[in-house]
């Protein structure tokens, strides 16, 4: 069963804009993750926000988390056209070891 | 280099030929899971192991087999593929601890005609 669900489903920008991107999900959770899928290719993690946490950044990435909403977000500053890939939420669902996956946003950077 | 690793990358074969997929990961995790990724569905589980000789199923097991004998190996075994199980699979490990990230394999393409 799917836990997070991402929107938009597909996202075009130009190289430089921001991107950003929404999960929204359905019960209590301890963590949140994001990840990146270049096509084709294994997901590669990007950042993890814990239930306590309400931002986090990494270099050009910044998460937020608003438990009261059960919804977050991951932007993507100055994007770039090797940002272009997809990007799921995985969250687990009352504190299960099981990580669940929604079904990703897929983001076009055009240079 | 820790690593999920993957064999075959690519296969196509035939509508009832035995075919395993294997994975192995070096990072001693506990926590190993089998996904498919068909367009528009994104990922989905097919079965998950916490530990040696403990397996369960994910969301969509019909049609596979996993055993889990050794803490590094993670076999997917199709014992009677069929073309609806063309799809992109992959293989991922992490501790069993929800605030550590699963690590990927690259994946195996499979194509049953």
């Known amino acids: 069963s799917q836990q997070g669900e991402e929107d938009p489903q597909a996202l075009s920008i130009q190289e430089g804009e921001n991107a950003t991107m929404n999960c929204s999900y359905k019960t209590s959770i301890n963590n949140l993750q994001w990840y990146r899928q270049n096509s084709g290719r294994g997901l590669v993690h990007l950042i993890l926000i814990r239930s306590n946490e309400r931002e986090k950044h990494s270099g050009r990435l910044r998460v937020t988390l608003d438990t009261s909403k059960k919804s977050s977000s991951l932007l993507i500053t100055a994007s770039r056209a090797a940002d272009t890939a997809s990007y799921f939420c995985?969250?687990?669902?009352?504190?299960?070891?099981?990580?669940?996956f929604g079904r990703g946003t897929s983001l076009i950077v055009h240079p | 280099e820790a690593q999920v690793t993957q064999n075959p990358r690519y296969l196509i074969t035939v509508t009832g030929k035995k075919l395993t997929v294997t994975c192995s990961q070096n990072?001693?995790?506990?926590?190993m899971s089998w996904y498919r990724q068909d367009p528009g569905l994104g990922l989905r589980q097919i079965y998950y192991?916490?530990?040696?000789?403990?397996?369960d199923k994910g969301d969509v097991p019909e049609g596979y087999k996993v055993s889990r004998k050794e803490k590094r190996n993670f076999p997917l075994i199709l014992e009677s593929p069929s073309p609806n199980q063309t799809s992109l699979y992959f293989c991922?490990?992490?501790?069993?601890?929800?605030?550590?990230?699963?690590?990927f394999g690259d994946g195996t393409r499979l194509s049953i005609l």
């Open positions: 991922a490990s992490s501790p069993l601890r929800t605030d550590q990230p699963q690590h």
């Open positions: 995985a969250t687990d669902a009352g504190g299960s070891y099981i990580p669940t």
């Open positions: 192991s916490m530990n040696v000789e403990v397996t």
């Open positions: 990072m001693n995790h506990e926590y």
